[in-house]
């Protein structure tokens, strides 16, 4: 369905950022962000939210309504309602909306607990960050393209968990606290991601000798996951540079943020 001259317009200002409106538009909504979970943050003191509880309560229901009349104005110009709605910032958009209308309705006082969870969602608000940022997008990419490399990894990491909680089970045993398989499990996963908590430590040279191994596979090990996901970041970055093309000589490789192209110094259009 054609869409009338209000929301080619609307829409060049909310979802477009080639625009001095739409960069307007983007610039006070990324404060508007800022400010309400800044709002939230200090809600959660309870010196401040009991000096200034009512006025936190305002600012927070002002910022919800900024944010539910931005997320209607989306749905309204889009030209594909439903697919922004069922989308990921669609959703996040909606999250960042909903728990404040949620704790409206549940007027039971058992339940005033789970309303206190549900309006730490507001957090969500900070993901509509992402969509401002281009580096960010390239970073979500990156990850999408490396999860099963990562998934992999994960799942190798888990079985070395099991293998050395297992033995660790075996050889220490419930005098020494390891008193079932699952959490000799978790002591190794601390031991592995050398977070060391120390509430579990192995007392036997054998138990030792094996806490040792998996220290020192945790070291050898830790920094995959980062060497995959910096690969596939070059990969991406890499690929972005080759999609900046120029219109008068049709070199590529240029940098995202260059506006002359560094072969016959003409001005980038895109």
Not at 87 to 99: E, K, M, R
Not at 119 to 133: A, E, G
Not at 243 to 262: F, M, T, V
Request: hydrophobic share 50%; glycine share 6%.
């Amino acid at each position: 369905m054609a869409q009338s001259p209000l929301q080619i317009k609307l829409h060049s200002v909310i979802f477009g950022t080639g625009t001095k409106a739409g960069k307007r538009f983007d610039v006070a909504l990324i404060y508007a962000i800022v400010l309400s979970v800044l709002a939230m943050m200090l809600e959660s003191i309870g010196a401040i939210e009991r000096a200034y509880g009512p006025w936190l309560y305002g600012v927070e229901w002002a910022f919800t309504a900024i944010f539910t009349v931005e997320y209607l104005l989306r749905i309204y110009c889009s030209p594909n309602p439903w697919r922004y709605i069922r989308s990921f910032y669609g959703l996040v958009d909606l999250l960042a909306i909903l728990p404040s209308y949620l704790g409206l309705f549940v007027a039971d006082m058992n339940y005033l607990l789970m309303i206190r969870l549900l309006r730490v969602l507001r957090i969500f608000r900070v993901l509509k960050l992402v969509r401002y940022l281009s580096e960010a997008n390239i970073l979500m990419r990156a990850m999408m393209m490396s999860r099963r490399k990562i998934l992999v990894f994960f799942s190798s990491v888990l079985v070395l968990a099991t293998i050395f909680g297992s033995l660790m089970f075996v050889v220490e045993g419930p005098e020494h606290g390891f008193t079932s398989i699952p959490k000799s499990i978790y002591w190794t996963i601390v031991t592995i991601t050398t977070v060391g908590y120390g509430d579990i430590t192995p007392q036997t040279s054998l138990g030792q000798l094996i806490a040792a191994a998996a220290m020192l596979t945790g070291y050898s090990i830790i920094a995959v996951p980062t060497g995959i996901l910096t690969a596939e970041l070059t990969t991406e970055m890499q690929r972005e540079r080759s999609l900046r093309r120029c219109s008068e000589c049709s070199s590529a490789g240029h940098d995202s943020d260059a506006l002359y192209c560094k072969q016959c110094g003409s001005t980038l259009t895109d």
